[in-house]
């Protein structure tokens, strides 16, 4: 007991000093740079709404099994600070070009959020072998016209892998016939969300027993556009935030193979590391390019200083 004590106390003496310091102007220094004064973040946690609109849907939350379920999937994410700053800051980044292929596709802007959910806007990889912003599993991406060799993977091209998940949601929204559904089913399968509802005789997805990772999932994409479009409630200041800008580009297309990237790069004015920052697809030092094939580079804008960064100077 008395080794418990020992061992407890300096965290005890560190809870009390943050506490004290939760809602101190903390100041912050950076080389080169007139000090700045900010404000320490401390979550705020606010009642949840009565409804909320998804997908042109409203949903009512009033029943006590949805409120706690909601409930506590805003408080893990709310409460994940490190990721969901990183989140906010990378969203700045990609949601304009993920809000146009959306729209161009006929599906919810809310549907954004999947990617939040799904990768937290990173190029993740599962244990299980699903990759990208939208996850995708090998062989639904290559039914969604993905391709993946030795040479490039296309669940990691942004613009194509968000092509493919709108055509996933749309396939599935077509036999579901409910957006809400169909976010389930991003996660179980079209066959699985109906299968769950025939044995249990349900018509909807907030009537159905699920497994947990699916029926905490609908509530996780609601936590996610809770907080993501009134952070401030929950102690979040975009406005104060070094925010990633989207990146300054231009696309060319590609007809033939390139057999050094580095190489390749280099001749444009810019070197691989940009190049691969720009197509994560890429993932060798080579690109071959099939009769009749034909690829999209990104590259930067003509208009960006492509002079190597000196970050000793």
């Known amino acids: 007991m008395m080794h418990y004590m020992n061992n407890i106390f300096p965290f005890l003496l560190l809870t009390i000093l943050l506490a004290a310091c939760e809602n101190k102007q ?4 950076k080389s080169g740079h007139p000090k700045e004064t900010v404000t320490s973040t401390a979550v705020i946690f606010p009642n949840l709404p009565q409804s909320m609109e998804f997908a042109g849907t409203t949903i009512n939350l009033q029943d006590e099994d949805l409120r706690e379920r909601l409930d506590r999937e805003v408080l893990m994410t709310a409460y994940y600070q490190s990721g969901w700053v990183s989140c906010l800051k990378r969203a700045n980044r990609y949601f304009p070009e993920i809000e146009r292929i959306l729209k161009e596709e006929g599906v919810p802007d809310d549907f954004k959020y999947l990617a939040i959910i799904e990768s937290n806007l990173l190029q993740a990889v599962s244990p299980v072998g699903a990759q990208g912003f939208w996850q995708f599993m090998p062989e639904t991406a290559r039914l969604y016209g993905l391709e993946m060799n030795n040479e490039i993977d296309e669940r990691l ?7 493919a998940a709108c055509r996933y949601l749309k396939d599935a929204n077509t036999v579901l016939k409910d957006w809400v559904m169909t976010t389930a089913a991003y996660n179980r399968g079209v066959g699985g969300v109906q299968e769950d509802m ?4 349900t018509e909807h997805y907030f009537d159905t027993y699920q497994n947990s990772e699916t029926g905490r999932y609908v509530f996780r994409l609601l936590a996610a556009k809770l907080i993501y479009e009134n952070p401030e409630a929950y102690g979040y200041y975009p406005s104060k935030m070094e925010l990633y800008e989207p990146f300054r580009i231009q696309k060319v297309a590609v007809e033939g193979s390139i057999p050094n990237l580095a190489d390749w790069a280099s001749d444009q004015g810019f070197n691989i590391k940009i190049l691969r920052k720009l197509n994560p697809w890429l993932k060798t030092t080579k690109l071959t390019v099939r009769e009749g094939q034909k690829f999209t580079l990104v590259l930067p804008s003509a208009s960006e200083n492509l002079k190597p960064y000196n970050a000793y100077n």
Do not use: G, Y
């Not at 903390?26 to 220094?29: D, F, G, N, S, T």
């Not at 025939?198 to 005789?201: D, T, V």
């Open 26 to 29: 903390v100041p912050l220094r």
């Open 157 to 163: 091209d942004i613009e194509k892998s968000t092509h």
């Open 198 to 201: 025939k044995w249990q005789e």
